[in-house]
């Protein structure tokens, strides 16, 4: 498994040095979210030949689906509910002190 983890985090070093150093042409940094997305729906469809192969999971896929639905939906909801915490409690209380700032200038005006 390290060998694995090892060569993920090598290949990416190397595609990052080699693309500061200019060696990797522009024209395929250009394509490169193009080529992303097709080796991400090759990937999407090898999975999914093995999830159909294999018999214990077809057999319970009302049960995964339903787990599954209930936690994409609750994780849905605890994001968007940390985000409207923190735009709520931090940001706005941040932006107020700014325009606060802004206004009245400095109080150390001796």
Known sequence: MFNSI?????????????SYKGI?????????????MVFLYILIFI????L???KDVIESLGTIG????????MTAV???SGVFIIDRTIIK?????????MKGG?????
């Open 6 to 18: 090892f060569i993920y985090f090598a290949l990416l070093g190397i595609g990052g040095v080699l």
């Open 24 to 36: 990797i042409h522009d024209k395929l940094l250009k394509r490169a979210g193009y080529m992303q």
């Open 47 to 50: 999975m999914g030949i093995r």
């Open 52 to 54: 159909g192969m294999n």
């Open 66 to 73: 339903f787990k599954s639905g209930i936690f994409a939906v």
């Open 78 to 80: 605890g994001g968007i």
């Open 93 to 101: 209380s941040g932006n107020s002190r700014n325009k606060e700032s």
């Open 106 to 110: 400095t109080d150390n005006d001796n």
